[in-house]
């Protein structure tokens, strides 16, 4: 008898994804982990540790993801918590970063989400039972990031999509939540998750001086814990009823509340011509 979760993690051969497949791991879960690096996940964890399938999967190809998602079903026998963690960013002002640059990152972080949700909701809805976590970001949920538009664009995406999913799949006992962290100490700002414009401009001081900063400042220097934020998702997926908006760390907290004063007030300032605005 099946007595713990199985587990399918995409982009978990680095940062809070591999964080995740540990804890899990360790804790007695099964996991399907998927990389479009199969070698780099096999090397980040060890082949003896416990029921652990490693998947090469490409985000871009629906049938790639198709089939990571039946090998996992196959092997481990079943799938019930579903974490869409896969994903990168895109440093870049809005006028420097080229068409190809911002779909790729839109190829990656939205619509490769897209392909797992499309391919795994089935078996969730039919098993009448599943838990998913949709990894954005607190630039998801406020944009006040000076080059980082594209990115919170995809994530802001994420956001969006995630509530209407919360809202679909809710009377098939399917429980669903966005997770917005703030900056927790993982490789997210080395050179292999954070791509940088082609073309910059000089024009944009401002983008530079935040491209500099998270390159050379704010990494390896984040607050956040990642073993504690894995340990937060596992505990949150054996909760009740997980909540369809999950903030991870004290800063993720504060810039969202920042954002939320600002609506407010912006909101109340203009409330009396905005909502004049009906026939008579």
């Known amino acids: 008898m099946k007595t713990k979760n199985i587990w399918f993690v995409t982009g978990a051969s680095k940062g809070l994804g591999l964080t995740l497949v540990h804890h899990l791991l360790a804790h007695g879960y099964a996991v399907a982990a998927t990389s479009r690096n199969l070698e780099e996940l096999r ?90 976590f949709n990894i954005s970001s607190v630039g998801g949920f406020t944009g006040n990031f000076p080059g980082w538009g594209i990115y919170c664009a995809t994530k802001f995406a994420v956001a969006g999509l995630t509530e209407s999913y919360a809202a679909e799949v809710k009377d098939f006992g399917v429980q669903t939540s966005v997770v917005y962290p703030g900056y927790f100490r993982t490789d997210f700002l080395t050179s292999g998750s954070l791509s940088t414009p082609q073309s910059p401009l000089p024009e944009y001081q401002a983008v530079r001086e935040s491209q500099t900063a998270h390159e050379q400042q704010i990494n390896r220097n984040q607050p956040g814990d990642p073993e504690k934020a894995a340990a937060l998702l596992v505990h949150t997926s054996e909760t ?24 407010q007030q912006d909101m109340q300032q203009w409330q009396e011509v905005a909502t004049a605005t009906h026939f008579a």
């Open 43 to 132: 090397q980040a964890v060890r082949p003896d540790t416990g029921r652990f399938l490693p998947l090469h999967m490409d985000l871009g190809s629906e049938d790639s993801v198709r089939q990571a998602v039946a090998t996992t079903i196959d092997t481990l026998g079943g799938l019930d918590v579903v974490v869409n963690n896969a994903g990168y960013g895109q440093i870049g002002a809005l006028e420097e970063l080229s068409g190809e640059e911002v779909r790729k990152n839109f190829d990656v972080n939205v619509f490769g989400l897209l392909h797992v949700l499309r391919h795994t909701t089935p078996y969730l809805r039919q098993q009448g039972t599943g838990r998913v």
């Open 240 to 263: 009740e009823q997980q909540p369809v908006h999950l903030f991870l760390g004290a800063d993720a907290y504060q810039m969202a509340e920042q954002k939320i004063a600002t609506v």
